[in-house]
């Protein structure tokens, strides 16, 4: 059986029982089965405020030393499978106790200029609260954070969601590219089983290229180098290596801005590359040669964005989910300052 026809009877079988699986060892005692019990008449409020996750950056001013030269890339139509991962989580409500989240990813595999298959892991119900957190293996430091800073706690699951998926693709996956969307660099929400680092050394064994893709950077210094790609009718990339890491000293792989499409004025990319062979070019032509691209970014991890992106529809459906399943008593979430204030009627 071909490496390709292998990962499809994968993909079609047992590939969301085993990221499940390994999601919840990497959660380690924080997701439990039994909602129906640990739910059941519990009251209940709503999120009614989405909010979108930040990466947690940091920016230092730097003063590049020398001029940085474009180099151009050319596609490399040797058939590889580039595989993307993204995924997203949802505060859906709040209990007495703790709060409740749901997650979803987006698996998207293309080859051949083509996309082949796409799928979605989830959505994935966690209930955090005070007694769990307490009793899992977790930093008793981070485990209060979860608790009473929503944000991090969405933070906090999807990295380890991605980071489950990414190592059982990497157990998976030969001869491919694994797309992240945002820069590789270790994280403290990581399960120290499922860190970015094994993930990377697994892909390397199987002769795997890992590269992280970032949209936005705090870094406003790498703005100097974007006229220079842009000015280029072709795709292309800068090393910006050094820059990066005297400015972020964990990010991990080669550091570069690339710019994937070839017409002058496409959007510029970060680009952090771990390639099992050492070229990051290469990495980058067998990318552009496989992936369609769309504004100098890669139709695959755009369509995974999409799979694993949380409409308000299924927002309102895994509500209604929530009360039918588990017996709780919802509380009408109202305003408070409406309440105080009234409704305006001019």
Do not use: W
């Not at 020398?66 to 596609?75: C, E, G, L, N, T």
């Not at 200029?113 to 979605?120: N, P």
Request: hydrophobic share 35%; aromatic share 6%.
């Amino acid at each position: 059986m071909s490496a390709n026809a292998h990962l499809n009877s994968y993909l079609e079988e047992d590939c969301i029982t085993e990221f499940e699986d390994t999601f919840r060892k990497s959660m380690r005692m924080c997701l439990s089965d039994q909602l129906e019990e640990t739910l059941k008449g519990k009251r209940i409020i709503f999120d009614s405020n989405g909010q979108t996750i930040v990466p947690l950056r940091r920016d230092r001013s730097f003063d590049p030393a020398s001029a940085a030269i474009p180099r151009v890339i050319h596609p490399n139509e040797r058939i590889t499978d580039i595989t993307a991962i993204d995924s997203s989580v949802v505060h859906l409500a709040s209990t007495e106790e703790g709060r409740l989240y749901c997650a979803k990813s987006g698996v998207v595999v293309s080859s051949g200029k083509g996309i082949r298959r796409h799928f979605r892991i989830g959505p994935i119900l966690i209930y955090l609260t005070e007694g769990s957190l307490r009793d899992s293996k977790i930093d008793h430091n981070l485990a209060n954070l979860l608790f009473f800073d929503s944000n991090i706690a969405k933070r906090f699951i999807r990295i380890r969601l991605e980071r489950a998926i990414q190592l059982v693709l990497s157990h998976r996956l030969n001869n491919s590219i694994m797309l992240i969307d945002g820069s590789l660099r270790p994280s403290i929400f990581e399960d120290y089983n499922c860190t970015i680092n094994r993930v990377i050394e697994t892909s390397t064994l199987n002769n795997n290229d890992v590269i992280g893709l970032s949209k936005n950077t705090t870094m406003k210094t790498l703005n100097q180098f974007e006229y220079l790609l842009k000015a280029i009718p072709f795709s292309a990339c800068i090393d910006t290596d050094c820059v990066i890491k005297s400015l972020a000293r964990n990010t991990v792989g080669k550091n570069l801005l690339v710019k994937l499409g070839k017409n002058e004025n496409e959007y510029v990319l970060r680009a952090d590359i771990c390639s099992a062979n050492g070229d990051e070019i290469e990495s980058l032509e067998r990318l552009i040669g496989n992936d369609v691209i769309f504004r100098s970014y890669p139709e695959s991890l755009r369509i995974a964005h999409h799979i694993s992106t949380f409409t308000n529809t299924e927002v309102s459906s895994l509500n209604g989910f929530v009360s039918r399943s588990y017996g709780v008593v919802e509380i009408d979430h109202t305003d408070s300052r409406k309440n105080l204030l009234g409704v305006s009627f001019v």
